[in-house]
């Protein structure tokens, strides 16, 4: 399912899709809006949820740089780093992955510089103060969200999520995408979700054509901008 915020409703700003319900589970589109087709099951939408589990595959598969505890992730760094902070990198979490206090993603000046953060089997959750800074070059397109069932964002989100089964919205921007592979997208609150800047590109590698236009997913694919 698809489900947008039912109040003053939200805004996906590309196209949508899903696979391979036929539309009938998108929900409060209005009030919520969107800025281009919906794809319901369509040839578009069907690769696209292939992409997903490929992108799922891939990520899953990267040699860790570094390991997560469950703890907060602002009180948590690279090696090297200030508390908070994180270089380039694939941070793996046994379970799940909490973001209560706001954290730095620094580049070091390299805009192709990737960040994984990967709860291997449970959720990851962002608390409504937990921010997200990029600085020195970091691009919201190379910052990916992989967990093992549900992703929640109660603050500003930034990076593509590939989340297992689904995915709650409710901080009010998205500046990435929201790909779920099995359960639903929802929109708790009002919501403005952009697709990143191509800046960069490493992004491209991620499942085919149709994945990388993606901004917002259930079962498995919910804004195509192609």
């Known amino acids: 399912?698809?489900?947008?915020?039912?109040?003053?409703?939200?805004?996906?700003?590309?196209?949508?899709?899903?696979?391979?319900?036929?539309?009938?589970?998108?929900?409060?589109?209005?009030?919520?809006?969107?800025?281009?087709?919906?794809?319901?099951?369509?040839?578009?939408?069907?690769?696209?949820?292939?992409?997903?589990?490929?992108?799922?595959?891939?990520?899953?598969?990267?040699?860790?740089?570094?390991?997560?505890?469950?703890?907060?992730?602002?009180?948590?760094?690279?090696?090297?780093?200030?508390?908070?902070?994180?270089?380039?990198?694939?941070?793996?979490?046994?379970?799940?992955?909490?973001?209560?206090?706001?954290?730095?993603?620094?580049?070091?000046?390299?805009?192709?510089?990737?960040?994984?953060?990967?709860?291997?089997?449970?959720?990851?959750?962002?608390?409504?103060?937990a921010g997200i800074t990029l600085v020195n070059g970091a691009q919201a397109n190379n910052v990916f969200w992989i967990n093992g069932s549900s992703f929640t964002s109660l603050g500003g989100a930034i990076g593509n999520i590939l989340a297992h089964t689904s995915i709650t919205l409710g901080g009010g921007t998205l500046n990435g995408r929201a790909l779920a592979n099995t359960g639903a997208v929802v929109l708790s609150t009002t919501e403005v979700i952009t697709l990143p800047a191509s800046g960069g590109g490493s992004s491209n590698y991620v499942g085919g054509p149709y994945l990388s236009e993606i901004a917002l997913a259930a079962s498995l694919v919910d804004v195509l901008n192609n």
């Open 1 to 129: 399912a698809i489900t947008g915020s039912a109040g003053a409703g939200s805004n996906v700003q590309g196209n949508m899709g899903i696979a391979p319900d036929t539309g009938s589970s998108v929900t409060n589109f209005p009030p919520s809006t969107y800025s281009g087709v919906l794809h319901a099951n369509d040839a578009a939408a069907i690769q696209a949820q292939v992409d997903l589990a490929a992108a799922i595959a891939y990520f899953e598969g990267l040699t860790p740089t570094g390991s997560l505890t469950t703890a907060d992730l602002g009180t948590q760094n690279s090696t090297g780093a200030p508390v908070g902070h994180y270089y380039a990198g694939v941070y793996v979490s046994g379970s799940s992955i909490a973001l209560t206090t706001s954290i730095v993603l620094d580049a070091q000046g390299n805009s192709n510089a990737q960040f994984v953060f990967y709860a291997t089997g449970s959720t990851i959750t962002q608390a409504a103060a």
